[in-house]
């Protein structure tokens, strides 16, 4: 058996300007289907979630942008290279102490699997979802 992963989570967005790293407090994840999530990464939103204190940027934090995509909520991608990177519900008074970040981002080993899928309701007309996993309707 492997051994667990404790170290921090890093990343990079696909030019690299912008490097981070991140507390690791979970090894898993979830795969959101809403219709805001897919336009905005192109597909489903696969995520693991982390401390939002713990998020240091190694680089490139002046090339992160943010972009508010409800009330509540913001979303962080790269202003060079346009990587989806953060979900953040920064004005939410009950979730703004974690932020998720991009599966896609993360150097390997990533540690974590994806465990669920999300608002699957809003899910694409163009794939299914069949690997197993629970479903959910919200979060
Ligand atoms: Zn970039």
């Given at each position: 058996m492997?051994?667990?992963n404790t170290s921090d989570f890093t990343g990079r967005c696909l030019c690299g300007a912008v490097a981070f790293r991140a507390a690791r407090d979970r090894d898993h994840a979830d795969a959101c289907h809403c219709g805001q999530c897919r336009r905005w990464s192109g597909n489903f939103w696969?995520?693991?979630n982390v401390p939002s204190a713990s998020l240091k940027f190694e680089s490139g934090e002046d090339s992160l942008r943010w972009f508010r995509s409800s009330?509540?909520?913001r979303r962080g991608f790269c202003k060079k290279?346009?990587?989806a990177l953060f979900w953040h519900a920064d004005r939410h008074?009950?979730?703004a102490h974690r932020i998720a970040i991009a599966l896609g981002a993360l150097d390997e080993p990533t540690g974590v699997k994806i465990t669920e899928h999300i608002f699957v309701a809003d899910k694409g007309?163009?794939?299914?979802i069949n690997d197993g996993l629970p479903q959910?309707?919200?979060y």
């Open positions: 492997a051994a667990k696969a995520s693991v009330d509540l909520v290279c346009g990587s008074k009950d979730h007309d163009y794939y299914d959910k309707q919200t």
